[in-house]
């Protein structure tokens, strides 16, 4: 397995236990799928701006983190 190959697995298997976890009597399905996604956005963090596959020096690159970052933060406000 490559590393990217690596981190997509992890992924997974963050969304996949956090729905697990959701699926136990004393914690909400949302909230355990919500706890998923944020391991799995740390592993996205990882694969996109501490390794990106490509050079980091396109101006839409910020831009995209940005805007990604933002919309994880609205949906923890909403939550």
């Known amino acids: ?3 990217y190959d690596r981190l997509l697995a992890g992924m997974l298997t963050s969304l ?4 697990a976890v959701g699926f136990h009597p004393a914690v909400d399905f949302r909230l355990g799928l919500l706890g998923g996604a944020l391991l ?3 592993f996205l963090w ?3 701006v ?3 596959p490509v050079p ?6 910020a831009v995209a983190a940005i805007v990604w970052h933002g919309l994880v933060l609205a949906v923890l406000l909403t939550v």
């Open 16 to 19: 996949v236990v956090g729905a």
């Open 50 to 52: 501490r390794h990106p």
């Open 40 to 42: 799995a956005t740390a």
């Open 46 to 48: 990882e694969a996109i």
């Open 1 to 3: 397995m490559d590393y």
């Open 56 to 61: 980091t020096a396109e101006p839409g690159y």
